[in-house]
């Protein structure tokens, strides 16, 4: 069994599903793309990224269509931790030393910008998506002074180098926020929080339809030939596009491992790596209480903020507008779901929140996300041989992280401005250094896990 086919099996206990059921928009007529004229942009993916692009581009008067395997938000887009946060899934630092600490800076306030990206969207559009605001990030106790101490001094370099003002809370300050025994401290963070993606990425969707976006859903893309203009070759015929933008992040891993020749293009112009080497599949799992007591959840997280621990290897909780509280963690590096996922993240969650003790799941549910080696998101270009002739422009969004509800909108943004013939933002992210995953094909997921493994044992101990 492929591992999206698993991916598929753990979606089906989804809350957000059952508390925003499909079909929400309503595809396109079952009409031959053979039929359509050759389109501007061809989006290849219907979740956040492939959305956000579209937008931007119809916005800018091109002409898209939108192809999506399954649903609009039937990945990781729709059924995530809902956190929506500033940054990268990896230290600025991590960026620093890759392009410097000026375009270090730049792409740290393009993530707020993001943000801002996000509410416009959401009020432009009436998106209803539960938006809260409040992100905590704690220290748990186990790591007791050492990393209470680590994580002050990064929120004091995030207030001197980028001027990201964060509240720093001491373990006298914690209750007004959170009542659990397992933290000492940490950050709270007022311009980022929580809300259901799959609302959003509907809302983003009907949205895009509004501006004149065709999008097409059951219909994944089998095969793309490089050529001017490229062929999208599906299972209700063949789409031309002029430029064309792979926005499917882990769900594109087959497709972009079958591109042939095809190679990340570097800022020099030489070729890097095949774009499906770049990244890997990472199953991620949630669970949900269900609707607590009158007055239990607002005396576990008063200030009703979305958390995260700074562990490596971390659990996020949050809790939703119904009133319950969602806990997700447990990751898998390698494709199988953990034994007993459920059972395990009800555990943590009674020693996050003993009040909790005994508390049933309601739902429980995972998902792959698709990771880089350094936890940076993966926006390139595509590139074949000369043989190969002219070929239509290829742009690749892909590598967030667990970290894409912001940064995918910034994502659209770029990519549109790249395309309409403005790439200077674009690049900036285009410069970082991606490597493929070491191991080749058989052996780069048991060399993740092995490596994984050693990051929980140190988080543990």
């Given at each position: 069994m492929h591992w999206l086919d698993i991916d598929a099996d753990l979606a089906r206990d989804s809350y957000y599903a059952r508390t925003s059921p499909w079909p929400l928009v309503a595809s396109e007529p079952a009409q031959p793309l053979d039929d359509l004229p050759v389109a501007d942009v061809l989006v290849i993916g219907g979740g956040l990224a492939g959305l956000s692009v579209a937008i931007e581009l119809a916005d800018r008067g091109r002409q898209v269509v939108l192809l999506e395997a399954v649903r609009v938000g039937a990945g990781a887009s729709g059924r995530n931790g809902g956190q929506v946060l500033p940054g990268l899934a990896c230290d600025l630092?991590?960026?620093?030393?890759?392009?410097?600490?000026?375009?270090?800076g730049r792409i740290w306030t393009m993530t707020l910008e993001a943000l801002d990206v996000l509410a416009a969207r959401r009020?432009?559009?009436?998106?209803?998506?539960?938006?809260?605001?409040?992100?905590l990030?704690?220290?748990?106790?186990?790591?007791?002074?050492?990393?209470?101490?680590?994580?002050?001094r990064w929120v004091e370099r995030m207030r001197q180098v980028h001027g990201h003002a964060m509240t720093w809370l001491g373990p006298a300050d914690l209750p007004a926020h959170i009542d659990s025994p397992r933290f000492v401290g940490g950050a709270l963070d007022p311009l980022a929080g929580h809300l259901h993606p799959l609302k959003h990425v509907q809302g983003l969707a009907r949205a895009a339809r509004s501006l004149g976006v065709r999008i097409v859903e059951g219909c994944p893309v089998l095969r793309l030939q490089p050529g001017a203009p490229a062929v999208a070759h599906t299972p209700?015929?063949?789409l031309r596009a002029r430029h064309v933008v792979l926005a499917g992040n882990a769900a594109l891993h087959a497709l972009c491992s079958d591109l042939g020749e095809?190679?990340?293009?570097?800022?020099?112009?030489?070729?890097?790596?095949?774009?499906a080497a770049r990244i890997m599949p990472v199953g991620t799992y949630v669970v949900t209480t269900p609707v607590l007591p009158p007055g239990l959840l607002d005396g576990l997280l008063p200030t009703r903020s979305a958390v995260c621990d700074s562990n490596f290897v971390l659990d996020y909780f949050r809790p939703t507008a119904?009133?319950?509280?969602?806990?997700?963690?447990?990751?898998?590096?390698?494709?199988?779901?953990?034994?007993?996922?459920?059972?395990?993240?009800?555990?943590?969650?009674?020693?996050?929140?003993?009040?909790?003790a005994g508390t049933p799941v309601e739902?429980?549910?995972?998902?792959?996300?698709?990771?880089?080696?350094?936890?940076?998101?993966?926006?390139?270009?595509?590139?074949?041989p000369p043989h190969r002739g002219p070929v239509a422009p290829v742009y690749l969004l892909q590598g967030f992280s667990g970290h894409g509800l912001a940064l995918t909108a910034l994502a659209g943004r770029l990519v549109a401005?790249?395309?309409?013939?403005?790439?200077?933002?674009?690049?900036?992210?285009?410069?970082?250094?991606?490597?493929?995953?070491p191991g080749g094909a058989w052996l780069r997921t048991p060399a993740l896990v092995l490596g994984m493994t050693w990051y929980r044992l140190r988080d543990l101990l």
């Open positions: 630092e991590v960026i620093e030393r890759q392009v410097g600490q000026q375009d270090a009020e432009r559009f009436c998106i209803d998506d539960e938006w809260q605001p409040g992100y990030l704690l220290a748990d106790r186990s790591w007791r002074a050492r990393k209470l101490k680590s994580l002050r209700r015929g063949r095809a190679r990340v293009v570097r800022a020099d112009g030489s070729m890097a790596a095949s774009p119904d009133g319950r509280l969602m806990f997700g963690g447990g990751v898998s590096y390698s494709t199988r779901t953990p034994h007993r996922m459920a059972a395990g993240l009800q555990r943590r969650m009674a020693h996050t929140f003993p009040a909790l739902h429980a549910w995972g998902g792959f996300v698709d990771i880089t080696q350094n936890r940076a998101p993966d926006f390139a270009r595509l590139g074949w401005e790249a395309l309409c013939g403005d790439s200077e933002r674009f690049d900036v992210l285009a410069r970082l250094q991606h490597r493929p995953f």
